[in-house]
C-alpha cells in the first residue's frame, strides 16, 4: 500500500462547478499538508499549505485535512478552464531531521468551457 | 519559482553518454532536492542536500550523481548507468517552513 493514496482521474467538470479532490495517507508521521497544481509541462505550483486539522480558504480554493481520518481535500469553487491541470497533494514528516516529502500520483482535472 | 532556475528546458542524449542538468537559486535555502517524473508513477526523489557539500541519495539515486559545492548550485548527472534515463526532472527547494518549491523542470530524452 502506497503512503498516500490519489485518484489520478482524469475528472471532468464543467466550468461554474465545484470540483474536490482528495488524497488519503496511511503514516501518523504526517505533519505538513500541500496542494500543488501542475501544468502540462510545467514545475508543480504550491498552492495551499496547512498544518492543522480544519479548513483553509484562499480564493476559490479551500484545502481540508482531517487526521482522525487520515484524508485531504481540496474544493475548488467556481471552477474555470484555467483550472485545468494536474493537482498533486504532497505530506511532509521529519525524517532524520529533515523534511520528506511524500506525493500523491496527482488527479488530472479538466474544466470544459 | 522565480528564484529557482533549471536549465535546459529540453535536452537530448545519446545512449551511452552522461548528461549533467543544472539547478541554480537565489534564494539563500539550504535544503535543495532532485526528482524526477514519469506518467503514472508521480514524484520521485532522486537525490537531496540540506548543507554545501553535503547530498544524500533518495529513493531512486542509482546512475545518478550530484554535487553541491556551492548553496546556490546543486547540479544533477544523469550517467551512462542510468537505465532508463527519459524523464521530466525537476528540482526543488526547501524553505525551512516545511514546503518546498519548484522550479520549471528539464525534459530529458534519450535517442
Known amino acids: 500500500q502506497k503512503e498516500v493514496e490519489q485518484d489520478p482521474g482524469p475528472l471532468s467538470v464543467p466550468e461554474g462547478a465545484i470540483v474536490s479532490l482528495n488524497c488519503t495517507y496511511s503514516?501518523?508521521?504526517?505533519?505538513?499538508f500541500m496542494w500543488y497544481r501542475q501544468y502540462s509541462r510545467k514545475g508543480p505550483e504550491l498552492l495551499m499549505y496547512t498544518y492543522s486539522s480544519g479548513n483553509k480558504e484562499d480564493g476559490r480554493f479551500t484545502a481540508q485535512v482531517d487526521k482522525s481520518s487520515k484524508y485531504i481535500s481540496l474544493f475548488i469553487r467556481d471552477s474555470q478552464p484555467s483550472d485545468s491541470a494536474t493537482y498533486l497533494c504532497?505530506?511532509?514528516?521529519?525524517?532524520?531531521?529533515?523534511?520528506?516529502?511524500?506525493f500523491g500520483i496527482g488527479t488530472k482535472l479538466q474544466v470544459i468551457p | 519559482d522565480g528564484g529557482i532556475t533549471q536549465s535546459p528546458k529540453y535536452l537530448f542524449r545519446k545512449e551511452g553518454q552522461n548528461v549533467t542538468l543544472s539547478c541554480e537559486q537565489n534564494?539563500?535555502?539550504?535544503?535543495m532536492y532532485w526528482y524526477r517524473q514519469d506518467p503514472g508513477q508521480g514524484l520521485r526523489l532522486i537525490y537531496y542536500?540540506?548543507?554545501?557539500?553535503?547530498?544524500q541519495k533518495g529513493d531512486i539515486a542509482e546512475g545518478y550523481s550530484v554535487s553541491r559545492e556551492k548553496k546556490e548550485s546543486f547540479p544533477l548527472t544523469v550517467t551512462s548507468a542510468q537505465k532508463n534515463p527519459t524523464a521530466f526532472y525537476l528540482c526543488a527547494l526547501g524553505t525551512g517552513r516545511n514546503t518546498i518549491y519548484f522550479g520549471e523542470g528539464s525534459w530529458l530524452t534519450v535517442v
Open positions: 542536500s540540506q548543507i554545501v557539500n553535503d547530498f
Open positions: 534564494l539563500n535555502h539550504d535544503a
Open positions: 504532497a505530506m511532509t514528516e521529519n525524517s532524520g531531521g529533515y523534511q520528506k516529502v511524500t
Open positions: 503514516n501518523s508521521a504526517f505533519q505538513y
